[in-house]
């Protein structure tokens, strides 16, 4: 899948998560014990504000410190609220990472790697909670073949 391939699966999978009904927002995750609908909102909001300090960090920095100054600067969020935080972070995320290169270097889980590897995980992430809120409102959540590959390739990572 292309770079931009993944920016539309990424917008795709996200507004599932911000299409569910507000009064179910407060159900659990059927997959994720603990877990709220309105969790899952509320943690792509922190992951978008940590995927976006990531792709501008110079290659060699940490991405864990990406993630550390997400979650300091990020409130967490429930009901309406967290779907709020989400569409607004990841509008804003989609709006960078269609602004870079995806060949730009930055650092990554395994070691410097580019926007590119970024897009990949993110598009396969959200697909991973878009499963999550599909499940437990009842719709069998379903990849067309080149996503899926995508999937199981990241899923090995």
Do not use: K
Request: proline fraction near 6%; glycine fraction near 6%.
């Amino acid at each position: 899948m292309s770079p931009s391939q993944h920016l539309a699966w990424i917008r795709e999978n996200v507004d599932v998560v911000l299409a569910v009904p507000p009064d179910r927002l407060e159900e659990n995750v059927v997959d994720c014990p603990g877990w709220r609908l309105d969790s899952i909102a509320n943690h792509l909001a922190i992951h978008a504000r940590a995927y976006e300090e990531c792709v501008r960090m110079p290659v060699g920095g940490n991405w864990a410190e990406g993630f550390a100054l997400a979650y300091a600067a990020e409130s967490a969020s429930e009901g309406r609220a967290a779907v709020e935080r989400c569409r607004l972070r990841n509008d804003e995320l989609l709006a960078i990472l269609g602004d870079m290169d995806p060949s730009a270097p930055c650092p990554f889980f395994d070691g410097d790697a580019d926007v590119a590897a970024w897009q990949w995980h993110i598009a396969v992430e959200t697909w991973v909670h878009r499963a999550d809120v599909e499940h437990t409102l009842g719709v069998t959540p379903d990849l067309d073949p080149e996503a899926g590959i995508d999937a199981l390739d990241w899923s090995r990572y």
